[in-house]
């Protein structure tokens, strides 16, 4: 069983930070990869970032610039600072992890931008 829990969202005025954490637990191949997804009301769960276990990451157009993906490898963590925060950022985030052919999800963690 793997269980990814995710902390870290909150509300924010447009233009701040924040830094979302995502620590997994269990069982799961030693290469993998993580990443966040996000959902806003009334749309599709899209790509946010990604990192591979070698460290290569990959950004969504809309975040280019503005968020970071990285993780701890020796704690299972991976990390998402996010910056320069825009009210269409406003979703819930979710964490994800890729072993294998498995693709294990967090429960989401709500982050608001405010204009």
């Known amino acids: 069983q793997v269980r990814l829990v995710e902390s870290g969202g909150g509300l924010v005025q447009a233009g701040g930070s924040l830094r979302l954490s995502c620590a997994a637990s269990?069982?799961?191949?030693?290469?993998?990869?993580m990443g966040w997804y996000r959902q806003a009301p009334g749309k599709q769960r899209e790509l946010v970032a990604t990192?591979?276990?070698?460290?290569?990451?990959n950004y969504a157009d809309s975040v280019k610039g503005r968020f970071t993906i990285s993780r701890d490898s020796a704690e299972d963590t991976v990390f998402l600072q996010m910056n320069s925060l825009k009210p269409e950022d406003t979703a819930v985030y979710y964490c994800?992890?890729?072993?294998?052919?498995?693709?294990?999800w967090g429960q989401g963690t709500q982050v608001t931008v405010s204009s």
């Open positions: 269990g069982r799961f191949f030693s290469i993998y990869t």
């Open positions: 994800t992890l890729y072993s294998g052919p498995i693709n294990y």
């Open positions: 990192i591979r276990s070698g460290g290569s990451t």
